[in-house]
C-alpha cells in the first residue's frame, strides 16, 4: 500500500512562497506520475500541476509562471515550489500518484490517480 505524506503547507502573505513536498512511502523501478490538486470548502478538488514518470510537467492556467512541479528521486519526493501567492491560492493541497505514465488531459483528471494523500493546508493572506 503506497502512503503519500504531503508537508509544508501554512500561513504566508501574498506575494509570498511555499515549498510543498510530498513523500511517497513506497519505491518502484520507475518513477511514477504526480499530481498536486487543491481544494476549498464546498468546492471541487481542481488540478494544479502534475509531473509525470518522464518528467513532463502540466500546470493548470490559474499557477502557470508561479508554481514549479519537480521531482527528487531518490528521496522518492515530488515538490511543488509555490511563489507570488495570491488569496485564491488558499486550500487544501493534495497530491496523488498514478503509477503509469499520463498525458496532458489524463494528468489533469483527479479520477486518474490510484492514492491520495491526506493534504496540507495553504493560506495566504491579504
Known amino acids: 500500500q503506497v502512503q503519500l505524506v504531503e508537508s509544508g503547507g501554512g500561513l504566508v502573505e501574498a506575494g509570498g512562497s511555499l515549498r510543498l513536498s510530498c513523500e511517497a512511502s513506497l519505491r518502484t523501478d520507475r518513477p511514477s506520475s504526480i499530481a498536486w490538486f487543491r481544494q476549498t470548502v464546498g468546492e471541487t478538488r481542481d488540478f494544479v500541476a502534475a509531473?509525470?514518470?518522464?518528467?513532463?510537467?502540466y500546470y493548470a492556467d490559474s499557477v502557470k509562471g508561479r508554481f514549479t512541479i519537480s521531482r527528487e528521486n531518490a528521496r522518492n519526493t515530488v515538490y511543488l515550489q509555490m511563489n507570488s501567492l495570491k488569496p485564491e491560492d488558499t486550500a487544501f493541497y493534495y497530491c496523488?500518484?498514478?503509477?503509469?505514465?499520463?498525458?496532458?488531459?489524463?494528468?489533469?483528471?483527479?479520477?486518474?490517480?490510484?492514492?491520495w494523500g491526506q493534504g496540507t493546508q495553504v493560506s495566504v493572506s491579504s
Open positions: 509531473i509525470t514518470r518522464n518528467s513532463n510537467t
Open positions: 496523488a500518484e498514478f503509477v503509469e505514465h499520463c498525458s496532458d488531459i489524463g494528468c489533469r483528471d483527479r479520477r486518474l490517480y490510484n492514492y
